[in-house]
């Protein structure tokens, strides 16, 4: 097809996922290599993105497809009480590579299923209903998880399952609690004890955060946050759930980004770099004592799909090809010269606020006044923001551009130079904010 085929089809007879039908200008994309895609006349763009933050290692590796090849030759699909040979290698090898005490994992489809099923492990491990998020986190889009989520898409799914009880993040959006990471630990933490002192810790059965925050920000947890945030819930046997959809499977420059803060959470979820989004796979990942007490007590849930053997295949593959060519040690190498470019941006741009990353995970945060008034609002938009997300298209990038940020996520074997020729790209399209700056 070409595009206008293309498109008028999509359009037609397919739903766009958070967008009203006729505000939707989608990008055709007839192929992907590598840290790029093409639209059907040929058109190239970076994937600055890796897509939904998941094409971990790129796109169309032939390991990968050639796995997924064997599988589907080999075993197709068998209900989920089967033992498989894929099912069993694949367990095998994530509890070699995911920290121990977690040692066993329930397959699910997505993001979304895990954390749905880490809620029903946290209530029927404990015995307690209420679970604490946060409002500056994305958890996904089905009923419960809609829930957990603090962002604005959880407004229009109201009212949703109940139980939840929102809490500030180290980090809110237009303050913080201190200048200092101590400060802000320590705050943030006294406030968080005082709020289970409320709600009732023995009613409390887990704390659901994002190890790294992601499309709200990615911000990574002030020094000592997450060892005081263990320390709190052991004290009143609540369970932490580890989030790491989107941070986990290398793009923080670790395979987990909770391993950078010195804590193993009781349950951690993950899925989109999993399989490098080649085939739809989640896992909830739980802990030796969890899984114990589920050894004589009901886990009341499954899946049709759980542990499918050709989503399993490509997990497999894809976890060998992130470890045996190095993309997790790629991450964490060029995190400096990610850092470097934001820090160039910064001080050349009046309009860039504030870059963050951590390995290749990274956001940089627009302002349009030297007071540092955000160039769009909480939740909306702006001329200028609108500006520049068709100054990356037309330049071929491709990324997220949400509120007053934009997404820095490429896939993790992206080299030094193609990692400079992005942001050499966005480089120029800054000059179209810095033309709304007020000063």
Known sequence: MNTEEMVALCNKHTMWTWSAANSVTPIPVARAEGIHFWTPEGKRYIDFNSQLMSVNVGHGHPKIREAIKRQMDELIFVMPKTATAVRARLGQKLASIVPDPINRFMFTLGGSEANENAIKAARLYTGRHKIITRYRSYHGATNATMQLTGDPRRWYNEPGMPGVVRVMDPTPYHYEFGKDDATKTAENLKYLEEVMMYEGPQNIAAVFIESVTGTNGVLPPPK?????????????GILIVCD??????????????????????????????????????????????????????????????????????????NIDVMLEEGMIENAARLHSVMRSEMDRLTAKHPSVKEGRCLGLFGMVDLQKNSAGERMAPYNGTSEAMKALGKAFDDRGLFTFVRWGSFMCNPPLCITEDQLLEAYGIIDECLDVTDGYFEG
């Open 224 to 236: 000592g946050y997450l060892q005081g945030l263990r320390k709190l819930c052991d004290k009143n």
């Open 244 to 317: 790491e959809v989107m941070a986990g499977f290398g793009r923080t420059g670790k395979l987990f980004a909770f391993e950078h803060f010195g804590i193993v959470p009781d349950i951690v979820t993950m899925a989109k770099g999993m399989t490098s989004s080649y085939l739809p796979l989640g896992a909830m990942g739980i802990s030796d004592k969890i899984a114990k007490h589920f050894e004589d007590n009901v886990f009341w849930g499954g899946l049709t799909y759980n542990s499918h053997p050709v989503l399993l295949a490509a997990a497999e593959a």
